[in-house]
């Protein structure tokens, strides 16, 4: 054999194990030697809001609301004089926006005025009422929910 030939075999025989992957850990586990992903549970669904300090449903007399309404107000502007009262009218949801509609006009005609007008017989400013309408799929009347901030 040849200096050149020795020279070519040895150079060769290194570019071809140079091209050949070499057996290791991660030929069998791809993952080997790697930092675990740690598993993170996704997030608690959100607790429900807080029940509202008063729910009149529609079509309940204004004697049964009235009193407990009035305590409830008088107590909120002891602890706080600057207190907001947030009514919100709640209307099961219905097929049409228009009858939607309709229907929130109507149950604030029919008793959010009056609410509103038994908080501010009790003490309250008319500023610091809220008025608000919204649809819900969980009620089945017409209601009106009583809030304090």
Do not use: H
């Amino acid at each position: 054999m040849t200096r050149y030939s020795k020279t070519f075999i040895v150079v060769s025989s290194l570019l071809a194990l140079n091209a050949c992957k070499l057996v290791d850990q991660r030929t069998f586990n791809p993952s080997a030697g790697r930092r675990p992903v740690p598993y993170v549970p996704p997030a608690p669904p959100a607790p429900p809001p807080p029940a509202p300090p008063i729910e009149i449903v529609q079509g309940t007399p204004g004697e049964q609301w009235a009193k407990p309404l009035t305590t409830l107000v008088k107590d909120a502007l002891k602890r706080k004089p600057d207190a907001m009262f947030l009514v919100t009218i709640v209307t099961p949801i219905s097929e049409a926006p228009a009858t939607q509609q309709e229907a929130m006009q109507k149950t604030i005609q029919e008793n959010g005025q009056d609410v509103a007008q038994a908080i501010i017989k009790a003490g309250a400013r008319p500023e610091q009422i809220l008025m608000s309408a919204k649809a819900d799929g969980s009620v089945q009347k017409n209601v009106v929910q009583v809030n304090i901030k």
